[in-house]
């Protein structure tokens, strides 16, 4: 099966850089897959993501980025190279709540994932069975409301010892500490249940229907040290009336929710979104 090197490019906005890059690309006899660019005009910042067929160049991934490092330098880049040979991993968090969990499994086995899963964490035992029957391995971390500092221990030691790149909190309803936000900063997802930056914080959806809002929502989106505000990869709504319930909003939101957040990380895992301050750039 053929693989990819991905390139992604944030840089200040100038002319050439299209220029210089696919032609540097080309000097090496590369064939370029799919081209994407940007150029934000309120920041002059320019955002770019190449997909190069690996086999057409005449250098691994390590060659290719000494290669590109001068180009980088010359354009003042912030850059990433990823070679799809090398399978994400992916750890997947979860609470009680089955259905973001239910619904990327599903998808990983039908491999509309691109990624491994090494294990599956929770701070209950619920999702055991489900996750074991998939032939992944479950960590049951409980977390004590007095003291939840050696449970985030257990969990950064996991992550650790798979060597996870992404975090995916799947409804995990747990804040995660400050210091293993940072440590991971840009590869933690998470599916909040609203339409962000509206109804933060817990039970969203009866905050919605105290409001009688006319549209639910669900936001996938990376997570920070400020509760519910990091960058947005990808939301998506549902219209509700003044028949529906809260349970209602609950249930409709449900659906909403797991297609958001399988969404925002096939984006994430196929390296389409570029963080840029607290927004991304997301080349779907």
């Given at each position: 099966m053929s693989h990819y090197y991905r390139?992604?490019?944030?840089?200040?906005?100038?002319?050439?850089?299209?220029?210089?890059?696919?032609?540097?690309?080309?000097?090496?006899g590369g064939s370029i897959t799919e081209a994407n660019q940007h150029s934000d005009l309120a920041t002059g910042r320019f955002f770019m993501r190449y997909e190069i067929l690996a086999d057409s160049v005449g250098l691994d991934a390590?060659?290719?980025?000494?290669?590109?490092?001068?180009?980088?330098?010359?354009?003042?880049?912030?850059?990433?190279?990823?070679?799809?040979?090398?399978?994400?991993?992916?750890?997947l968090m979860v609470s009680r709540e089955s259905h973001c969990l239910v619904d990327l499994l599903y998808r990983w086995t039908a491999g509309e994932l691109d990624c491994?899963?090494?294990?599956?964490?929770?701070?209950?035992?619920d999702m055991r069975a489900l996750v074991?029957?998939?032939?992944?391995?479950?960590?049951?971390?409980p977390v004590e409301a007095d003291d939840k500092s050696a449970a985030f221990a257990q969990v950064e030691r996991l992550v650790e010892e798979v060597e996870a790149d992404t975090l995916v909190l799947a409804r995990y309803m747990q804040i995660l500490p400050?210091?293993?936000?940072?440590?991971?900063?840009?590869?933690?997802?998470?599916?909040?249940?609203?339409?962000?930056?509206?109804?933060?914080?817990?039970?969203?959806y009866?905050?919605?229907?105290?409001?009688?809002?006319?549209?639910?929502?669900?936001?996938?989106?990376?997570?920070?040290?400020?509760?519910?505000?990091?960058?947005i990869i990808e939301q998506d709504i549902h219209r509700v009336s003044h028949c529906h319930t809260a349970d209602d909003l609950v249930r409709?939101?449900?659906?909403?929710?797991?297609?958001?957040?399988?969404?925002?990380?096939?984006?994430?895992?196929?390296?389409?979104?570029?963080?840029?301050?607290?927004?991304?750039?997301?080349?779907?």
């Open positions: 390139l992604l490019v944030s840089c200040p906005d100038r002319v050439g850089i299209v220029a210089r890059v696919s032609g540097f690309i080309a000097s090496q390590d060659a290719f980025r000494r290669a590109f490092a001068p180009i980088a330098e010359d354009f003042t880049m912030e850059w990433t190279l990823t070679d799809t040979a090398k399978r994400p991993r992916v750890v491994d899963i090494p294990c599956v964490i929770s701070n209950h035992e074991e029957w998939h032939g992944i391995p479950y960590h049951h971390v400050p210091g293993l936000c940072e440590r991971h900063a840009g590869r933690v997802i998470n599916i909040h249940h609203s339409f962000l930056p509206s109804f933060v914080g817990a039970k969203p009866h905050q919605a229907y105290e409001r009688g809002v006319k549209l639910i929502g669900a936001t996938c989106h990376y997570v920070t040290q400020e509760l519910d505000a990091g960058p409709f939101g449900r659906d909403v929710e797991k297609t958001v957040l399988a969404r925002g990380l096939r984006w994430h895992l196929q390296d389409r979104v570029l963080i840029h301050g607290n927004k991304t750039v997301v080349f779907a």
